[in-house]
């Protein structure tokens, strides 16, 4: 049955994207309820977006909200790659360890406490923080007005530690 080998060769590739285990994303209500409707003295406008797309075992829950301060705006965005969370690595900036400067700016990509770390900083106002979490999720801040130390304070301000408590939600042997 050929509809029955495509499943399985999903299952089999979504449980090795996922280091050897199955993982559910978590449910967009889920995602959704870590962007709060104020942070850092900065509103969150209107509901913000989230969805739960793929195929097989290999689905993604995204949420993201845009926030202001005046005429200060971030974007906020959550990601569970769930059975691709083996992806997570593979992030063009998750790779290694490094820190580069050019004449656009710097990137820096750097372990703090045990997470994966992104800051970019660029002259044309365009920053950017990131952060894995627990080895699966994605927390990410930019912004073409905000500086980087602001940015990163406003995803301080999320309740990353219990998001990362989650990392075990979703997960099949």
Partial sequence: DANAATA???DTLGTLLGGGKRVDPLEIE???SFLPPTLAGFA??????????GFATLMVS???ANYSN???TVTIGIS?????SGLVGLASWATLQTTKE???GSERVSKVNGRTVHEQTR???DDEFDIILGDRFIVSARSSDVKLNELKAMVSGLDLAKLESMKDVGVKK
Avoid: L, R, V, W
């Fill in 8 to 10: 399985a060769a999903m």
């Fill in 30 to 32: 889920q995602i959704k």
């Fill in 44 to 53: 969150k406008q209107g509901n913000g977006t989230a969805e739960k797309s």
């Fill in 62 to 64: 995204k949420a993201e």
């Fill in 70 to 72: 005046g005429s200060k």
């Fill in 80 to 84: 569970d790659p769930g059975g691709a």
């Fill in 102 to 104: 050019d004449d656009n």
């Fill in 123 to 125: 002259k044309n106002g």
